[in-house]
């Protein structure tokens, strides 16, 4: 039985074109997780700050009570989604299979920070290149090791290109610390890699994306985040698969993004302490 009609009826949905979105995991503050409530707040706050009047979603994944409380009564992200741990790549699809296929989506882990203007240099990219994948801030090394492949080649037909140690030296430390790798053994590893930057129609890039950070059309990349059983899946996949769909992959030059790790170190602490006063 029902009586009358349900009021909400006749009433569309107004969904944002642009959306900030992280996926958040606190279980509990022990362990590797004992300093990780300050590093994942340094996140969105930072994120946030670095990209006023952008709607911000986090996805989160079975966190603690303490971290939830934050989430609701201080953060207060314009849309939060409190989920079992359904793990990373779940979450990811679907976060961008839940928005309209045009909406531009930026994806996070919790543990990076995010400097002032880094949604605008990397919407930038989005829309300058062509057929473009997805877009990070973070540029990382390591990363052209794979899912690449396509975006060199192209590059290399396309734009002007020059190869090199381009990334500082203070930025890869900067990354070794951040996962807890020896510097020097890091030097070493990397002594045969070399940084690839393309210039297309006057603008220049890193030839790569990371996965922990990146930017692209909810409707492009949604096909490629595919569901896990693994709570932390391999990533590498995830970038090979863009890249073998024939998508490219830029990061821009400057870093307007770097991983924190488990723990907020007094770099990053002043670092953020210098946007908040300047933001």
């Known amino acids: 039985m029902r009586l009358g009609m349900n009021p909400l009826r006749l009433q569309r949905v107004t969904e944002p074109d ?8 606190l279980p509990n503050q022990e362990g590797y997780h004992a300093q990780r409530f300050e590093v994942i707040k340094t996140c969105l706050l930072s994120m946030r700050l670095g990209a006023p009047g952008i709607p911000v979603t986090v996805w989160d994944n079975g966190s603690c009570r303490e971290m939830i409380d934050w989430l609701q009564n201080e953060y207060k992200p314009e849309t939060l989604i409190l989920s079992a ?5 779940n979450a990811r699809a679907a976060l961008y299979h839940m928005v309209n296929p045009e909406t531009i989506m ?23 290149f062509p057929n473009v994948g997805k877009i990070s801030c973070y540029p990382v090394r390591t990363q052209a090791r794979w899912g690449s492949t396509l975006t060199r080649e192209w590059a290399k037909k396309n734009g002007k290109i020059r190869t090199g140690k381009i990334i500082s030296e203070d930025e890869d430390y900067d990354f070794c610390t951040s996962i807890g790798r020896d510097y020097n053994f890091q030097k070493e590893f990397t002594e ?29 990349i949604a096909p490629y985040c595919k569901r896990s059983d693994d709570c932390m899946a391999d990533e590498k996949p995830f970038d090979s698969s863009v890249d073998y769909a024939g998508l490219l992959q830029f990061t821009t030059l400057q870093r307007y993004a770097r991983h924190i790790g488990n723990i907020v170190d007094p770099k990053v602490s002043k670092e953020f302490e210098s946007m908040k006063k300047e933001g």
């Open 106 to 128: 930026s994806l996070s882990d919790d543990d990076m920070l995010f400097y002032p203007g880094w949604w605008d240099e990397s919407e930038k990219l989005l829309k300058h």
């Open 85 to 89: 741990n359904i793990g990373k790549s």
């Open 18 to 25: 642009k959306v900030a979105a992280v996926i958040t995991h």
């Open 192 to 220: 045969a890699e070399i940084d690839t930057v393309v210039k297309y129609n006057g603008v220049e890039a890193y030839c790569f994306a990371h996965h922990c950070q990146f930017m692209a059309y909810a409707g492009v």
